[in-house]
């Protein structure tokens, strides 16, 4: 399908979902993953409350919605169960203050299948310097940083189920000092080729160039 053609269809059923408003029963998660082709580069905007106002192609393929299902709801319809909500809460702390959060998020499909992908959130904002929207870029995560993160988010989802957000936060601030590292850099940690944490944070050169390691652009 063409852009020019994506476009009109985007914008057609967009305007007939705001007249249905659907309410969409949440999929039952099943473990099996959806491999993502490694080209696709999946793209939304929301509104300032996280509703989604666009999706590219790629996104709507690879979460198997229609686009009359995604214009109009709220991002969380992808969030998997397996995401600790610590993730998101710091997601919003920085878009807030104007700044760019980058993640490894595990998504929820349609069908029940999952889905990883690396997000970079990009903050819109008008002349006034008045936040307008937020702009999600996605690629599919590398298995790594998978592997890696994975057992993190476990440990972070049960502690939030017996306690709560806060000694989850807690948790994953002393993961990170325990490692001598800060979020951004054991980030950029697992998307780099270095199997050694150390070795990349003295390497000072491999640092602070995500998007030209991984998206491709500067």
């Not at 039952?28 to 590219?56: F, H, Q």
């Amino acid at each position: 399908m063409t852009t020019n053609n994506y476009q009109k269809k985007w914008d057609s059923q967009t305007r007939e979902n705001q007249k249905r408003k659907p309410k969409l029963p949440k999929p039952v998660p099943i473990d099996t993953e959806i491999k993502l082709n490694d080209n696709a580069i999946l793209l939304s905007i929301t509104d300032t409350r996280g509703v989604i106002e666009y999706c590219n192609e790629d996104f709507v393929n690879s979460c198997g919605y229609e686009v009359h299902e995604l214009a109009g709801s709220g991002h969380n319809i992808v969030r998997h169960p397996d995401m600790p909500k610590i993730i998101f809460k710091l997601m919003w702390q920085r878009l807030k203050e104007k700044r760019n959060m980058v993640a490894f998020v595990k998504n929820l499909a349609k069908s029940g299948r999952y889905y990883w992908v690396m997000t970079d959130f990009i903050v819109k904002e008008n002349e006034k310097g008045e936040v307008t929207h937020y702009k999600g870029i996605r690629k599919a995560a590398p298995k790594k940083a998978i592997n890696e993160i994975t057992p993190l988010y476990k440990k972070l989802l049960e502690i939030e189920g017996l306690k709560d957000v806060e000694a989850s936060e807690k948790f994953l601030t002393g993961f990170l000092d325990a490692k001598n590292t800060d979020y951004d850099t054991y980030v950029e940690y697992l998307i780099s080729d270095y199997n050694d944490l150390n070795m990349f944070i003295k390497d000072n050169t491999k640092k602070g160039s995500f998007f030209k390691r991984f998206f491709g652009v500067s």
